[in-house]
Each structure stands twice: as C-alpha cells, then as structure tokens.
C-alpha cells in the first residue's frame, strides 16, 4: 500500500515539474519572441529620421480659457505661406505632430502646434471635460493666432477635436478654416460597446501603468502601429501614454466614449479628407468610413499597413495630403 502510494506522490511530483519545464519553455520561447521583434523594430527604416522641427524662432503662445485651463502652444511661422493648425491625439502631446510640421514648415508653412488640456504643458482647468470643450479650445486657438484660410489636422481625439468644432462652431469654421484632414479618429464608437469598461478599467489600472513603465512597455504599444512597427514609434506612443496622471487618462477616455457627431457631420461645410491606416486597431478603417459619408463631399484615404498613429508612420503622405488641402491640389494619395 505504501509503495503505490508513494509511487502516485512520485508521478504527481513528475507531472508538476514536466509542467514547469514546459512553462519555463514556453517563457523562453516568448521572452526570446519578444528580443526578436524588438531587434527588427530597432533595425526599420524610421520616416521620422531626420526631420527635426527647428523651434528656435518660434514664438510661444498661451491661450487662457474661461475654466483656468491654459493652452500651451508654438507657433512656426514663416514671413509667408498657408496656415496649418495641428490637433493631437489622446494621451499625446504636440510633440506627436512634428515629424508632420517639419515637413510642413520646410514648405513654407506658417505652423501651430498646442498642447490639448490636460496633455503636456497645457493646464486641466475645472469645468466639466467634453469633446465640445476641445473643439471650444480649438475656435480659442485660431482667434488667438488670428487664424484665416487655415486648413485644420486632427489626429485621433484632435480629430475629435475639428469634428466638434465643425458640429458646433460652424461660425468660426466659416470664418477662419479653409480645409480639414482627420487621421486616425471617429465621430462616434470610440471603445465601445463589451469593451467598453474593460478599456476604462485598463486605462485606469495602475498594474497596467507598472507593466507599461517596464521593458515590456513597448510591446504593449504594439497594436498602436501597423504593418511595420519601428520601435522609437514605440516608445513615443508608451511614454506619451504613462505622461498623462491616471485619473485624467480615464476622464479623457470616459469623454471620447460619449462622444456621437452622427447627427451634425452633414453640416460641415468645408472640404474634408479622412485619412484611417487599414490595420488601425483603436479607430477602425469601419469609423472613417462613417465620417466620409457623413460629411458632404468627404474624400477617404485608406493607407495600406498603417496603424493608428499616422504622424509617426505616415509623415510624408499627411504632410501632402494636407499641403494638397491648402493649395487646392488633387489628393496626392
């Protein structure tokens, strides 16, 4: 009796360690996955690569709103050219446009950058945090810099941004606004439906931001790119993510899910073109398409491969599109 018993302890020990070996090769094998990819990402050609913005002749701009917040901006400006206004995305900065407004600003462009409330060197202010609010901040900026004829770049929440100005604000729009470009953003959907509280509880976790803070971080990034993942782009998207304090990352997130611009998108009134990456995991190609047939007269540009963020993977192709949108010029894609 004791022999069998200790015969069943010993296959039972066995089998503990064969899983243990198995799930330690397992770790290896993903862990080794892991340094493959990250060697790959490192070894991409990167289109960002030697296009630095110059801001050293750029003159600052502050724009204070009526809730406290302070707007905190730049604006390139060369003596002469078209007025381009850039719009970030949710948990980025201005810094997220600048392989875009190098380009840009190298064609002559008069360029302003701003940080969105709450997001880099811009102040929360205490009212209530809604998309209209952006687009409120926005119509703040283009008086500020006494914006005409400007063409208007949103990526992500600031194509959010454009849309609720647009919505709401169609005076401003007919006074100062020539053309609009919105990459990589929705009018409605954002993480909705089942995902709709994982995606909250995730933002907020603060194990997430642990993990995220780590060696894994731009791994976790991955699903924010495309086809072709370089790993500074990476890098930029976990650190720009983990600037933002937790709580102000929910309020945001909780904001861009109630936004719905369904009802007022057949009111714009300026030419307007969608841009969306085919592989955009967080605002699916399905979301631009229901802008471009929202808005009269929208053009829809599909980009093969390319992920959410568009200013980092797609430079070129929305510096023209939007030099195309000033200048009048057929759509270069």
Known sequence: ??????????????????????LAVVGAAAAGAVVAAGRRWRAADDPCAGYALDLDGATPLKVERPD??????????PESGHTVVLSHCWTGTRATWEPVAARLVARG??????????HGASTMGTGALTVDHLGDDLAAVLEAVDAHDAVLAGHSMGGMALQALAVGR????????KAMVLAGT???????G?????VRF??????????MAGRLGPVLSRGAVGRH????HLVATRDAWMSLPTDVRRQFLIALQAMDFRAGLAGVAVPTTVVVGSRDLLTPPRLARGIANAVPGARLVEVPGAGHMLPYEEPDLLAEIILAAATKEGDPS
Request: proline content about 5%; hydrophobic content about 45%; aromatic content about 2%.
């Open 229 to 232: 993942p370089r790993h500074a």
């Open 194 to 198: 089942p995902l709709s509280a994982p």
């Open 170 to 177: 169609p005076d401003v729009v007919a006074e100062r606004v």
């Open 109 to 118: 462009c008069r360029v302003v950058l701003y940080d969105q409330r709450g």
């Open 202 to 211: 995730v933002t907020g976790d603060r194990r997430v931001e642990r993990l």
């Open 1 to 22: 009796m004791s022999l069998n018993l200790n015969s069943n302890v010993n296959r039972r020990a066995a089998r503990r360690l064969g899983a243990a070996a198995g």
């Open 68 to 77: 406290g917040a302070v707007l905190d901006g730049v604006v390139v400006d």
């Open 186 to 192: 929705a009018g409605f959907g954002v993480a909705a």
